[in-house]
């Protein structure tokens, strides 16, 4: 197993914009879904965006239009762009290998 490491999150106003990277400790060429899930206290770990080997990507509806994810597997990287964000998208986010290989998570927080 790949070990993942995210990095980017921070504090930010509402409308602003953010970079999350995710960097994988050995190749993740042949791993078939990476991902972004995130968690808000007190609610359950969701799904934020989802990209395929082949580079098909599945969003959430409330992040579908602002956010893109994108991995480079020369680099074994992959990022989520995060623009116009709301105070809802407040929550630690985790990068995720195949949906059972997690990183530790990054603190999003975005103020009103």
């Known amino acids: 197993q790949v070990r993942l490491v995210e990095s980017g999150g921070g504090l930010v106003q509402a409308g602003g914009s953010l970079r999350l990277s995710c960097a994988a400790s050995g190749s993740i060429a042949s791993i078939d879904v990476m991902g972004w899930y995130r968690q808000a206290p007190g609610k359950q770990r969701e799904l934020v965006a989802t990209i395929t080997d082949g580079g098909g990507t599945r969003y959430a509806n409330s992040v579908k239009g602002r956010f893109t994810i994108s991995r480079d597997n020369a680099k074994n990287m992959v990022y989520l762009q995060m623009n116009s964000l709301k105070p809802e998208d407040t929550a630690v986010y985790y990068c995720?290998?195949?949906?059972?290989?997690w990183g530790q998570g990054t603190q999003v927080t975005v103020s009103s």
């Open positions: 995720v290998a195949d949906y059972v290989n």
